[in-house]
């Protein structure tokens, strides 16, 4: 049984309301959505700014209120108030921004404390402490950084802190919303490298949001591409890495700048992502897929189970789990 | 090929409330003619404030240079008068900014700015500078140029604003063009996009690019040269074949090993311990030796100078010292 | 060089740069300390206060009483300020003059605190339609000039600091509420107070850890910079007559009547004119000096 399962997530936003209160434009920002997470397990989630891969994530967790579909937790809705409040303790959520994720004003120790504070898991003071110093030991920060602001630290410092806030509530499952992508790449490592050993130790299951591909690829067990709201592919990592079959994925794992000076890269995707207001009619990516024929302008294609653990939504995705 | 920009030993502050930041320490580095060069470093190395110290750019009134010479073109330019610097930035060299969004005025068309620079340095007319401007625009790939100039920056996607500085940055047909993080605030597809268009117009137009980026990819694909900088020294420069197959510095080495392998998934990343010094608080010796999991007792007391390795390019670190064979620590 | 120069370093030759952690309000202190010109302000600002509170008790004059035979006197050594044209002391005039100028600062800040900060706190916290609603209200009072009110309340009461009170009462809170607002809805939007909700906070939770030690800042430099604004429109109501009636003193009475005699009795003018501007200068200086110090983003940048 799966941790999380995701079934047919849809967030809309209203973006324009008449004088009487009235929806007149609506932003799908999340169509459709299932993906499930296993105990243990990394899911990465990749696609360009504004693909919804964050609105998943914080619709998921409650944050923003969900349009339409169901949420599973160890195989009940969240919607039952017992289950959602087990749920909402036990998954936890790292931000993108360490600057503006952690209150300015307060210090280390309260950052890192108010999560027990707010479940009243605390015996007393001196527990309290206690905890906190645990937490930050085992993000690799000293005891004394507790008395310190937020300010005082550089990002991948904050980052861990905010991982320390994280762990407060021992979470089965970590929800990572771009969690190194503030950061410069020598500290990017020692954050992934932090991630991963904590989940070897506490055997969290991650979800693991990012745009850096080659980083989701190294971290994840499986990959989910997001395109326009949509989940256009999933698969196991090694797979979707190496043998993309939704031409999206092909794109973006081409158009990563590789270090080394000898590849030449291929063929660029032209055009860019449509407004989100507007998606184009039939499968959305077809007004800059390479491939397109008549029929994906007309019919949307659905995430077929192409074998081997992978989907995509592509009408012409070849078959077949050979690598 | 005849040497275009020539930096000599550039070392910057800047007063703060705080007190002195060291920003750059002794950078050297040249350009010529048609080459595109790369700078590679994390935030805070001083990669943007060089760029910025050769263009002038740095707030006069804090910055402090507090040794080096810059050379264009053979003529020191640092003695050169405000009037005759806004000649150089314009015609001679020029500079596309990291977020396109900030670096676009928006209350002005596209149209407008990229007037601007035309109407002022070449001294053309309202109408032909429009067809100058649309030429430009098409030049940079973006459709119905036309149209576009009477667009205001919000009106345009990431990519196209970028698109539309790149077009302003040209509009003088500049011999250098400093690209400042161009593609940072980008997507990987539309990164991909004006990379691509970087590299055709330097082809065609046989202009100098310095591409100054964190992105090791994007130095990789792009350049011919590297320079590798940390807290503010070039630690390391060479081809870029050389400093990508066989990094001679630690730090090019740990942030090469910081890249994940798409080959070896689940080889465990290295990378580099500890963080970026305080530019307040420099360390004293090599700047590096703090991180450096080869640290010696003489990279705590002294800078190291350049050595050049086997491979054709010049690396600060104490490993290389020829000196260093020869004293059998052992 | 030797061989030792290449012996690999020890991690205790590792020297790490200890920084001892600061307070956050002692940051806010140190970089007021810096400040000469806030600490000057504040100075004038507590001799202001005291002397208005205690001032009059050590004179042995009252406000009101009059000496006909002492009338226009020049400052000396019995009347340190001088007489006005009934004879009362002006030293004596001034303080209680200072009395009712601060008082209606304060008065101002305190209908700034409670008004101002809880309807703008509660428009923005309910946010939607009752938010449009409320913050349409205070555009409409806003367009209402000043003086109107004083003139109406001046139909319904007669002359007096009453007026003044309820004036200030009506308008002054509206530049707050709108403050309030602005930052708690940029607060809302703060990824802190997001991750807040995810580990569980409850909206009281936020409001009270994260929201409130966040407006502190611009509630308190709003506040102090509200006072001299209430102070001067005093002393202008005063000034042309709308104000506190006779034979209370306020400056703004002082230097009207001052005025009348500038030619031949200037003391008569510059005391409570420079008391007023003194008070105004203190607490201008203070306002910007905790603008300063109280702005995350100026701290990051001092040490």
Same mark, same amino acid.
């Given at each position: 049984?799966?941790?999380?399962?995701?079934?047919?997530?849809?967030?809309?936003?209203?973006?324009?309301?008449?004088?009487?209160?009235?929806?007149?434009?609506?932003?799908?920002?999340?169509?459709?959505?299932?993906?499930?997470?296993?105990?243990?397990?990394?899911?990465?989630?990749?696609?360009?700014?504004?693909?919804?891969?964050?609105?998943?994530?914080?619709?998921?967790?409650?944050?923003?209120?969900?349009?339409?579909?169901?949420?599973?937790?160890?195989?009940?809705?969240?919607?039952?108030?017992?289950?959602?409040?087990?749920?909402?303790?036990?998954?936890?959520? /790292? +931000?993108? =921004?360490?600057?503006? *994720?952690?209150?300015?004003?307060?210090?280390?120790?309260? &950052? #890192?404390?108010?999560?027990? @504070?707010?479940?009243?898991?605390?015996?007393?003071?001196?527990?309290?402490?206690?905890?906190?110093?645990?937490?930050?030991?085992?993000?690799?920060?000293?005891?004394?950084?507790?008395?310190?602001?937020?300010?005082?630290?550089?990002?991948?410092?904050?980052?861990?802190?905010?991982?320390?806030?994280?762990?407060?509530?021992?979470?089965?499952? /970590? +929800?990572? =919303?771009?969690?190194? *992508?503030?950061?410069?790449?020598?500290?990017?490592?020692? &954050? #992934?490298?932090?991630?991963? @050993?904590?989940?070897?130790?506490?055997?969290?299951?991650?979800?693991?949001?990012?745009?850096?591909?080659?980083?989701?690829?190294?971290?994840?067990?499986?990959?989910?591409?997001?395109?326009?709201?949509?989940?256009?592919?999933?698969?196991?990592?090694?797979?979707?890495?190496?043998?993309?079959?939704?031409?999206?994925?092909?794109?973006?794992?081409?158009?990563?700048?590789?270090?080394?000076?000898?590849?030449?890269?291929?063929?660029?995707?032209?055009?860019?992502?449509?407004?989100?207001?507007?998606?184009?009619?039939?499968?959305?990516?077809?007004?800059?897929?390479?491939?397109?024929?008549?029929?994906?302008?007309?019919?949307?294609?659905?995430?077929?189970?192409?074998?081997?653990?992978?989907?995509?939504?592509?009408?012409?995705?070849?078959?077949?789990?050979?690598? | 090929?005849?040497?275009?920009?020539?930096?000599?030993?550039?070392?910057?502050?800047?007063?703060?409330?705080?007190?002195?930041?060291?920003?750059?320490?002794?950078?050297?580095?040249?350009?010529?003619?048609?080459?595109?060069?790369?700078?590679?470093?994390?935030?805070?190395?001083?990669?943007?404030?060089?760029?910025?110290?050769?263009?002038?750019?740095?707030?006069?009134?804090?910055?402090?240079?507090?040794?080096?010479?810059?050379?264009?073109?053979?003529?020191?330019?640092?003695?050169?008068?405000?009037?005759?610097?806004?000649?150089?930035?314009?015609?001679?060299?020029?500079?596309?900014?990291?977020?396109?969004?900030?670096?676009?005025?928006?209350?002005?068309?596209?149209?407008?700015?990229?007037?601007?620079?035309?109407?002022?340095?070449?001294?053309?007319?309202?109408?032909?500078?429009?067809?100058?401007?649309?030429?430009?625009?098409?030049?940079?790939?973006?459709?119905?140029?036309?149209?576009?100039?009477?667009?205001?920056?919000?009106?345009?996607?990431?990519?196209?604003?970028?698109?539309?500085?790149?077009?302003?940055?040209?509009?003088?047909?500049?011999?250098?063009?400093?690209?400042?993080?161009?593609?940072?605030?980008?997507?990987?597809?539309?990164?991909?996009?004006?990379?691509?268009?970087?590299?055709?117009?330097?082809?065609?137009?046989?202009?100098?690019?310095?591409?100054?980026?964190?992105?090791?990819?994007?130095?990789?694909?792009?350049?011919?040269?590297?320079?590798?900088?940390?807290?503010?020294?070039?630690?390391?420069?060479?081809?870029?074949?050389?400093?990508?197959?066989?990094?001679?510095?630690?730090?090019?080495?740990?942030?090469?090993?910081?890249?994940?392998?798409?080959?070896?998934?689940?080889?465990?990343?290295?990378?580099?311990?500890?963080?970026?010094?305080?530019?307040?608080?420099?360390?004293?010796?090599?700047?590096?030796?703090?991180?450096?999991?080869?640290?010696?007792?003489?990279?705590?007391?002294?800078?190291?100078?350049?050595?050049?390795?086997?491979?054709?390019?010049?690396?600060?670190?104490?490993?290389?010292?020829?000196?260093?064979?020869?004293?059998?620590?052992? | 060089?030797?061989?030792?120069?290449?012996?690999?370093?020890?991690?205790?030759?590792?020297?790490?740069?200890?920084?001892?952690?600061?307070?956050?309000?002692?940051?806010?202190?140190?970089?007021?300390?810096?400040?000469?010109?806030?600490?000057?302000?504040?100075?004038?600002?507590?001799?202001?206060?005291?002397?208005?509170?205690?001032?009059?008790?050590?004179?042995?004059?009252?406000?009101?009483?009059?000496?006909?035979?002492?009338?226009?006197?020049?400052?000396?050594?019995?009347?340190?300020?001088?007489?006005?044209?009934?004879?009362?002391?002006?030293?004596?005039?001034?303080?209680?003059?200072?009395?009712?100028?601060?008082?209606?600062?304060?008065?101002?800040?305190?209908?700034?605190?409670?008004?101002?900060?809880?309807?703008?706190?509660?428009?923005?916290?309910?946010?939607?339609?009752?938010?449009?609603?409320?913050?349409?209200?205070?555009?409409?009072?806003?367009?209402?000039?000043?003086?109107?009110?004083?003139?109406?309340?001046?139909?319904?009461?007669?002359?007096?600091?009453?007026?003044?009170?309820?004036?200030?009462?009506?308008?002054?809170?509206?530049?707050?509420?709108?403050?309030?607002?602005?930052?708690?809805?940029?607060?809302?939007?703060?990824?802190?107070?997001?991750?807040?909700?995810?580990?569980?906070?409850?909206?009281?939770?936020?409001?009270?850890?994260?929201?409130?030690?966040?407006?502190?800042?611009?509630?308190?430099?709003?506040?102090?910079?509200?006072?001299?604004?209430?102070?001067?429109?005093?002393?202008?109501?005063?000034?042309?007559?709308?104000?506190?009636?006779?034979?209370?003193?306020?400056?703004?009475?002082?230097?009207?009547?001052?005025?009348?005699?500038?030619?031949?009795?200037?003391?008569?003018?510059?005391?409570?004119?420079?008391?007023?501007?003194?008070?105004?200068?203190?607490?201008?200086?203070?306002?910007?000096?905790?603008?300063?110090?109280?702005?995350?983003?100026?701290?990051?940048?001092?040490?």
């Amino acid at each position: 049984m799966a941790l999380i399962d995701m079934q047919h997530v849809t967030k809309t936003f209203v973006v324009d309301r008449d004088w009487l209160g009235r929806p007149v434009r609506q932003l799908t920002a999340v169509h459709d959505v299932s993906l499930s997470l296993a105990a243990g397990e990394t899911v990465g989630l990749v696609g360009e700014s504004g693909c919804g891969k964050s609105t998943l994530a914080r619709t998921v967790l409650g944050l923003y209120p969900k349009t339409s579909g169901t949420i599973l937790y160890k195989g009940k809705s969240v919607d039952d108030e017992a289950t959602g409040r087990a749920f909402r303790r036990h998954v936890q959520m /790292i +931000f993108q =921004d360490p600057y503006a *994720s952690l209150d300015p004003r307060m210090t280390v120790e309260d &950052i #890192v404390a108010e999560p027990l @504070r707010n479940y009243h898991l605390e015996r007393d003071k001196a527990d309290l402490r206690c905890r906190v110093t645990a937490l930050l030991e085992e993000v690799d920060m000293p005891a004394e950084a507790a008395q310190r602001y937020p300010h005082e630290f550089s990002g991948g410092q904050r980052q861990r802190i905010g991982i320390a806030r994280a762990l407060a509530l021992s979470p089965e499952c /970590i +929800f990572c =919303d771009e969690p190194i *992508s503030a950061l410069d790449v020598s500290v990017q490592v020692q &954050i #992934v490298n932090m991630l991963q @050993r904590l989940q070897h130790e506490r055997g969290l299951s991650y979800l693991f949001i990012a745009h850096d591909l080659a980083m989701v690829h190294h971290l994840s067990q499986r990959i989910g591409v997001m395109y326009l709201g949509r989940l256009v592919e999933l698969g196991p990592s090694d797979a979707l890495y190496h043998d993309p079959r939704h031409p999206y994925t092909q794109a973006l794992i081409a158009a990563i700048p590789r270090p080394d000076p000898h590849y030449r890269r291929h063929d660029v995707l032209a055009g860019e992502v449509p407004s989100p207001l507007a998606p184009p009619p039939g499968c959305v990516f077809h007004p800059r897929c390479p491939y397109t024929q008549e029929r994906c302008r007309k019919e949307v294609p659905l995430l077929r189970d192409l074998g081997g653990g992978r989907l995509a939504a592509c009408h012409f995705a070849k078959r077949g789990d050979a690598v | 090929m005849a040497t275009l920009l020539d930096v000599q030993n550039l070392s910057i502050s800047f007063r703060t409330y705080r007190g002195i930041l060291a920003a750059t320490h002794d950078v050297t580095l040249h350009v010529d003619a048609g080459e595109t060069v790369g700078i590679v470093g994390e935030s805070g190395c001083g990669k943007s404030v060089t760029a910025h110290a050769v263009m002038r750019l740095l707030p006069a009134a804090t910055t402090i240079y507090s040794s080096g010479t810059i050379t264009w073109d053979g003529e020191a330019i640092q003695g050169y008068t405000e009037k005759e610097m806004n000649h150089l930035r314009g015609r001679e060299m020029a500079m596309v900014f990291q977020d396109p969004m900030t670096a676009l005025n928006p209350v002005l068309s596209i149209g407008s700015q990229i007037r601007e620079g035309l109407t002022l340095h070449q001294h053309l007319s309202r109408s032909d500078a429009d067809q100058e401007a649309a030429a430009l625009l098409r030049e940079v790939g973006i459709t119905s140029p036309e149209r576009r100039l009477h667009q205001y920056p919000h009106e345009l996607s990431g990519g196209m604003r970028q698109r539309c500085l790149i077009a302003m940055a040209l509009a003088c047909s500049p011999r250098l063009l400093f690209a400042d993080e161009p593609t940072t605030a980008l997507d990987v597809t539309t990164e991909a996009q004006v990379l691509q268009l970087l590299r055709s117009l330097q082809a065609e137009r046989q202009m100098a690019v310095v591409l100054i980026s964190h992105n090791l990819g994007v130095i990789a694909q792009m350049c011919r040269r590297v320079y590798v900088m940390y807290a503010g020294c070039v630690v390391e420069e060479g081809p870029v074949e050389a400093i990508f197959d066989e990094p001679a510095h630690p730090y090019t080495q740990g942030l090469l090993a910081s890249l994940p392998d798409p080959a070896h998934k689940d080889k465990i990343l290295t990378g580099i311990a500890g963080q970026a010094p305080d530019l307040f608080h420099m360390p004293t010796g090599c700047r590096f030796y703090p991180r450096c999991r080869q640290a010696m007792q003489i990279c705590k007391r002294q800078v190291p100078p350049y050595y050049t390795t086997g491979t054709g390019h010049r690396a600060a670190c104490w490993l290389l010292c020829p000196e260093r064979e020869e004293c059998a620590w052992h | 060089m030797d061989s030792r120069d290449f012996a690999p370093l020890r991690p205790q030759d590792r020297e790490a740069i200890y920084v001892p952690p600061q307070k956050l309000r002692e940051r806010g202190w140190r970089q007021m300390k810096k400040n000469r010109l806030a600490l000057w302000g504040l100075a004038i600002v507590i001799v202001m206060t005291v002397i208005a509170l205690f001032g009059p008790l050590f004179s042995s004059y009252s406000y009101a009483d009059q000496d006909l035979s002492m009338a226009n006197a020049w400052p000396s050594a019995a009347h340190w300020f001088g007489t006005d044209s009934l004879g009362r002391d002006l030293l004596v005039r001034v303080l209680y003059g200072a009395r009712v100028s601060l008082s209606i600062g304060f008065a101002a800040s305190l209908i700034n605190l409670f008004i101002g900060v809880l309807y703008g706190g509660f428009a923005a916290l309910a946010g939607g339609k009752t938010d449009r609603i409320m913050m349409h209200i205070v555009d409409v009072l806003y367009s209402i000039p000043m003086l109107l009110y004083v003139i109406l309340l001046m139909v319904v009461f007669k002359p007096g600091l009453l007026n003044i009170y309820l004036a200030l009462g009506i308008s002054y809170w509206l530049n707050m509420a709108r403050i309030v607002r602005g930052q708690i809805l940029s607060l809302k939007e703060q990824d802190y107070v997001m991750a807040a909700r995810s580990y569980g906070a409850s909206t009281w939770q936020i409001l009270w850890r994260h929201m409130i030690p966040n407006c502190v800042g611009p509630i308190i430099v709003t506040l102090t910079l509200s006072i001299p604004d209430a102070i001067f429109t005093e002393a202008f109501l005063s000034f042309i007559g709308l104000g506190v009636s006779a034979p209370m003193a306020s400056w703004g009475v002082l230097t009207s009547e001052g005025i009348n005699s500038m030619r031949s009795f200037p003391f008569q003018l510059i005391f409570p004119a420079a008391a007023l501007c003194l008070t105004m200068l203190g607490f201008m200086f203070l306002g910007d000096g905790l603008r300063d110090a109280l702005d995350p983003q100026n701290q990051k940048e001092a040490g």
